[in-house]
């Protein structure tokens, strides 16, 4: 009943209903221009439905070579686009920190080798759940409506 605070509506809350959840590979190659890129699984607390795969790709500047695994916290949905600042350290963990046009939109923690520091322009875009489950049920209709019209006669012939 209480999924949107994870049961425990006394300690936790999310007026908005659109706070995400998420785990992110990710590869940053910027040598003063280049691309940082994203993919992972978002979990959308308020909405299961909505949770699934996401891609995240944008133009950057500076200069950072990266690759990482780890997570991050949304306070807003994650699709969209956002600005980001990344940190690759040489130690291995790389610090991701976004903003979009409503102000601070989430921080992303990833390990992995990698060093640099970058400013992007990203754009992310899910595949969720009800995405494919309305793919498929569009698939199955329209399959089905070929089949009857293969096995129906035409009355003209």
Do not use: H
């Amino acid at each position: 009943m209480y999924e949107y605070c994870l049961n425990d509506p006394i300690n936790r809350y999310d007026f908005s209903g659109l706070q995400d959840t998420y785990i992110i590979g990710e590869l940053d190659l910027v040598g003063i221009t280049g691309m940082e890129f994203g993919v992972g699984f978002v979990f959308d607390w308020d909405s299961p439905g909505e949770s699934g795969v996401f891609f995240s790709y944008g133009f950057a500047a500076g200069g950072s070579v990266g690759v990482g695994i780890g997570g991050g916290y949304a306070p807003n949905d994650v699709e969209g686009t956002a600005t980001t600042f990344d940190i690759n350290t040489t130690f291995g963990v790389s610090s991701t920190v976004s903003s979009d046009k409503s102000g601070f939109n989430g921080v992303a923690v990833t390990v992995g080798p990698g060093g640099g520091a970058s400013g992007a322009v990203t754009t992310t875009t899910t595949v969720s759940v009800n995405d494919f489950l309305n793919w498929l049920d569009k698939a199955y209709k329209e399959t089905m409506l070929a089949l009857y019209k293969l096995a129906t006669p035409c009355p003209w012939r």
